[in-house]
């Protein structure tokens, strides 16, 4: 605006700059608006973002859970890591010892041996492989003879010069046969008071003596050790001409239970004087009873009487009840144990005697034992549980997950080394070298490449990591007493026994029945630890407790196999030292390539 236009006398000049302020003041306003509208909008964006992280989130979570049950459908079972495409070689770090860089050459060394000597191996068994003609089967097998002959018209003018043998193996169907007793009856000829005088008779499986003891050693071995159930038993009993009832079964399955049932209880009673015990369990179906049983005798009453009857009140045809499996360390022998839940008062009442190491997985039950124990009982976690969970982030993280698993599979390399060391020799080398490695785990854990942003806290990865930073004092237990196993893997094979039974009988009718089964697969269970033939060994214990001996040290599976060598499995024991070489033999290839 020309200054000459300004208006000359005051009130024009107030009006003037009236209007002015009201043009001010309105576009004042309306960038005010547009301010607020730019704001919304980007608080709207904001929010968005906010959102769609959310949502890809949730979708990598829900890809996580997809690609795990895809895996426990289809992937491999096994969890043998093998070497591909992101997976290091790690030496020992820069400030590694003397004394580590030395048990390293050392390692590599007797890779190169054990490698050597599997060659080795290997040749010689080829030639020591048996020829066709040198195959027969065992002398001890019953033998008949047929002769195929040519036709009498054909061998007209020919002379017999020998036969050609061949063995062929028959089977022969179970055969089933009733055993008649006859008991002799005298009577006095003139004092009729003496009565009827009769041999007298021994203790039988059942009232009455109806069933032998092979008949029930063959229901409870076909039962926890084949994993057939009643009705299944019963074609097999079928097929011999016999057919008996599921409860015929069942009463069979309860009677040698009750004649053995000290024996799981010395079982169970002599894990315990082992130094460490791994533990871990299953959940199975129990059917909810239509009135609650007599607990007045029973030592968890009130635990029992609390899950039953609550069961019992909201109308619940069955619940979850829990078998625990208990695997010593040193000690050739197993035991289970059925609880109506997985309540830490099973594994509590099962070792409130016992003053040594728990391995087992992190579940809180485990944790505070050392608490609840007054310190008699350690913790000690499982390796193989906290490699599990990082191995689930590989497809997420390829490389952070290659870094640990390496590191990781150092330990187990030198659990491998140490294997057949004395306990001395064991501790020394995992103070030294498993020490170290675990360092190197820690500072890696602790590393930018372990840390937000790269690996945000509610990733999988950073839930495994923060997992294992959050046991690992339990997890470094091992590295300070030489019986305690890297992992919990030997147990948790053991519960394999239940897992597959399970998927055969299904369920457990009643309380008494999961304590029946506890207490025979503690038996069953520790007689193919000692690779027993596990029908012959219940059959000869049966028959003598029976018979009123109550020696179980001697009953013992592995006490009874020092006196019956023919009835251990040596195939089993072969097979398992053939795994183990050609595990040593992975592993030793694998160490050799360090030197490269």
Request: hydrophobic content about 35%.
């Amino acid at each position: 605006m020309d200054v000459k236009q300004l208006p000359d006398d005051l009130d024009a000049c107030h009006r003037l700059i009236a209007n002015l302020q009201s043009q001010l003041d309105s576009h004042a306003t309306e960038l005010a608006i547009k301010d607020k509208l730019v704001e919304e909008q980007a608080h709207s964006v904001l929010e968005l973002k906010s959102d769609k992280d959310r949502l890809d989130e949730k979708v990598n979570e829900l890809n996580l859970t997809i690609e795990q049950l895809l895996n426990q459908l289809y992937g491999r079972k096994s969890e043998r890591r093998i070497d591909g495409v992101g997976q290091l070689l790690l030496d020992l770090g820069e400030e590694a010892t003397p004394e580590v860089v030395s048990a390293l050459e050392e390692a590599i060394r007797d890779a190169e041996q054990i490698v050597d000597d599997a060659e080795k191996e290997k040749k010689q068994r080829r030639a020591r492989r048996p020829r066709k003609d040198d195959r027969k089967f065992p002398d001890h097998f019953p033998r008949y003879e047929r002769i195929v002959d040519l036709p009498e018209d054909r061998r007209e003018g020919l002379k017999l010069v020998g036969y050609d043998e061949v063995e062929t193996l028959e089977l022969i169907r179970s055969e089933v046969r009733v055993r008649v007793t006859k008991y002799a009856k005298y009577a006095h000829p003139t004092d009729k008071s003496q009565g009827i005088i009769s041999p007298e008779r021994p203790v039988g499986l059942v009232e009455g003596d109806r069933f032998d003891v092979s008949i029930g050693v063959e229901v409870v071995a076909a039962k926890y050790f084949y994993h057939l159930p009643f009705y299944r038993q019963q074609d097999m009993f079928a097929g011999s001409g016999w057919t008996p009832s599921r409860s015929t079964l069942a009463n069979l399955e309860a009677a040698v239970e009750f004649a053995l049932r000290p024996l799981a209880e010395y079982l169970r009673y002599y894990l315990k004087s082992d130094r460490t015990i791994g533990c871990d369990d299953t959940g199975v179906l129990l059917i909810t009873p239509k009135v609650m049983p007599d607990l007045s005798d029973h030592p968890r009453r009130e635990r029992i009487a609390e899950v039953l009857e609550q069961a019992i009140a909201n109308d619940k045809p069955s619940i979850k009840a829990n078998f625990w499996g208990y695997y010593a360390s040193r000690l050739p022998v197993v035991a289970f144990d059925f609880t109506v839940s997985r309540h830490r008062d099973g594994p509590d009442d099962v070792l409130r005697d016992f003053e040594g190491n728990l391995l087992g997985d992190c579940w809180s039950g485990f944790q505070k034992i050392d608490i609840r124990s007054d310190s008699r009982i350690t913790f000690a976690a499982c390796w193989a549980h906290a490699r599990r969970k990082i191995d689930e982030c590989r497809s997420a993280f390829p490389l952070q997950v290659a870094k640990l698993e390496s590191l990781i599979r150092m330990l187990y390399d030198v659990e491998d080394q140490i294997k057949l060391l004395d306990d001395n020799q064991r501790l020394a080398r995992r103070q030294s070298l498993s020490r170290h490695v675990l360092g190197l785990i820690e500072a890696y854990l602790n590393s930018n490449a372990m840390s937000s942003p790269a690996i945000l806290p509610k990733s999988n990865l950073g839930q495994a990591a923060a997992y294992v930073r959050r046991h690992w004092e339990a997890l470094n237990r091992f590295i300070d007493d030489p019986s305690i196993p890297i992992d919990n893997n030997d147990c948790e094979q053991l519960m394999k026994r239940i897992a597959t039974g399970r998927k055969n009988w299904l369920f457990k009718g009643s309380l008494a029945a999961g304590e029946r089964a506890a207490n025979l697969m503690t038996i069953i269970g520790s007689a193919v630890r000692n690779d027993l033939d596990v029908a012959a060994y219940l059959d000869d214990i049966l028959r003598r407790a029976l018979a009123g001996d109550t020696d179980w040290s001697a009953m013992s599976p592995y006490t009874w196999k020092l006196t019956h060598p023919e009835s251990i499995r040596a195939y089993r024991q072969d097979e398992r030292r053939q795994a183990s070489g050609r595990k040593r033999q992975r592993r030793a290839h694998r160490r050799r390539l360090l030197r490269k």
